[in-house]
Structures are given as C-alpha cells and as structure tokens.
T-cell receptor
Framework: IAGITQAPTSQILAAGRRMTLRCTQD?????MYWYRQDLGLGLRLIHY???????GKGEVPDGYSVSRANTDDFPLTLASAVPSQTSVYFC???????????FGEGSRLTVL | AQKITQTQPGMFVQEKEAVTLDCTYD???????LFWYKQPSSGEMIFLIY??????QNATEGRYSLNFQKARKSANLVISASQLGDSAMYFC????????????FGTGTRLQVFP
C-alpha cells in the first residue's frame, strides 16, 4: 500500500538553485495539496489542486509553483531557492467531500 | 478569515491519566469540519478524529474524543488513559469552506507522556 509517495526524503540545496519536490498518489484522489511545516507555525498551505488541470494558491505561495498534469502527480517547484524556504514539506491528497487529508511522509529541505 | 488557535505549546501527562488539548477556532461559515492529527517523532501525519459542525454528538474514536462546544467555538481533544506512545505533536485543523477540503492548521501542542 503506497498511498502518497514524496521524493526526495531529504535534500540540501544551495541558494539560487532550482528544486522540484515530487509527489505521487495512487488513491485516485481528486484533490492534492502542498503544505510546509515550520516550528511554531504549524502547517501552512502553499498550493492546492482540486482536480487535474487546475491549481490554486494557498496561504504562502510566493516562491513556489505547482502543476497538475494528471490525477496522480503534483510536483512542487522552487524556481530559485532561498534560505527561508528551509522547511519540511508535506504533500497530501483527499477524496473530495470527505475532508480527511492523507499525507505523505514529508520532504525535509535545507537551503544554504 | 478562518483561524485555528492552539494555546498550549507543550503539555505533560502521566501515563494512564486523561489529558485535554485545547483548540479554538474562528469562522463565519455555518458548515465546517474540525480535525485532529497526530505527528509522532517519526514525522508522519496521522488522522485521529473528525467533528462536523452539525453533528449533535461529540465524536469519539477509541481513547480519543472531541469535546465540541459550538457556542464557544472550541474543539478540544481528550485523550483518555494516556500511553507512552501518545507522546507526539498534535494539530487541530479546520476545513476552510464547506465545499473544499483545504484544511487550515493550528500551531500544534507537543504532548509528553511520562511513566
């Protein structure tokens, strides 16, 4: 049972570099999300997608972009990483209407 | 705007005792959902319990119950008979709007269970 798979698990990145965090789900959920988790701030929504072909901005979208070419994949791209993007990133999905989010195991990103 | 507030950064409880983790929320929507997630030290997010705004009874899932007080806009998590494995970070979350599944999260409470 895979559920949601995120890659990489951990990455150290030089500032200014481009980085894509990958997220794949095998549950055929319509909706997918990217959150970042920072100490003392909880989880904050970066971008979301209600269905393949559509995306929307969350609470903290600046510096990030997403695409949703198909149901299963929802990559998050940092075009030019900055140290403030050091965080743990969680991808999640939901079966629209159920409310419950299913999370991946997270990707720890360090930008130096 | 919707908001979730968890005022307890950390809590301690002795094994086998009950503990309440506080959560208050703010929303102008009449229909909403409230969630609790557990995050152990390994990092994964584990769904614990859900309460709908129109549910008349408090949600329960095993040792977890949600003390839902709608007039006070509070949705406290009660863990009965605490176990060492309950030591974790706990997040309260709210479904932002009735017709989306976007969740907004509180800042979390770290629970430590000691023998």
């Amino acid at each position: 049972i895979a559920g949601i798979t995120q890659a990489p698990t951990s990455q150290i990145l030089a500032a200014g570099r481009r980085m894509t965090l990958r997220c794949t789900q095998d549950m055929r959920h319509n909706a997918m999300y990217w959150y970042r988790q920072d100490l003392g701030l909880g989880l904050r929504l970066i971008h979301y997608s209600n269905t393949a072909g559509t995306t929307g901005k969350g609470e903290v979208p600046d510096g990030y972009s997403v695409s949703r070419a198909n149901t299963d994949d929802f990559p998050l791209t940092l075009a030019s990483a900055v140290p403030s993007q050091t965080s743990v990133y969680f991808c999640a999905s939901s079966d629209s209407g159920s409310g419950e989010l299913f999370f991946g195991e997270g990707s720890r990103l360090t930008v130096l | 705007a919707q908001k979730i507030t968890q005022t307890q950064p950390g809590m301690f409880v002795q094994e086998k005792e009950a503990v309440t983790l506080d959560c208050t929320y703010d929303t102008s929507d009449q229909s909403y959902g409230l969630f609790w997630y557990k995050q152990p030290s390994s990092g994964e997010m584990i769904f614990l319990i859900y309460q709908g705004s129109y549910d008349e009874q408090n949600a329960t899932e095993g040792r977890y119950s949600l003390n839902f007080q709608k007039a006070r806009k509070s949705a406290n998590l009660v863990i009965s008979a605490s176990q060492l494995g309950d030591s974790a970070m706990y997040f309260c979350a709210m479904r932002e709007h009735y017709n989306t599944d976007k969740l907004i999260f509180g800042t979390g409470t770290r629970l430590q269970v000691f023998p």
